[in-house]
């Protein structure tokens, strides 16, 4: 899921830079679509690294 969210918005940021050339409110559009997008996958990421470290904490063998 993180790979296709990665590659929509390298996408989406791309054909956005493209689209300013020759359709303004379409360029900015795909352009913030394309940052939202990075916010999305920073958040998963944020939530998944938490999820690890829980996990962790629950096999944390160091005080017996």
């Known amino acids: ?3 296709l969210l990665i590659t929509l ?3 989406a ?3 956005g830079y493209g689209l300013l050339f020759f359709h303004l ?3 900015i559009a795909l ?4 940052y ?4 999305i996958i920073l958040y998963r990421l944020i ?3 938490k999820k ?3 996990e962790e904490d629950q096999r944390d063998y160091r005080d017996y």
């Open 1 to 3: 899921m993180n790979i």
């Open 9 to 11: 918005a390298i996408t």
């Open 13 to 15: 940021q791309l054909l």
């Open 25 to 27: 409110g379409a360029g």
């Open 31 to 34: 352009v913030l679509s394309s």
């Open 36 to 39: 939202l997008l990075l916010i």
């Open 47 to 49: 939530l998944e690294r």
């Open 52 to 54: 690890e470290k829980r």
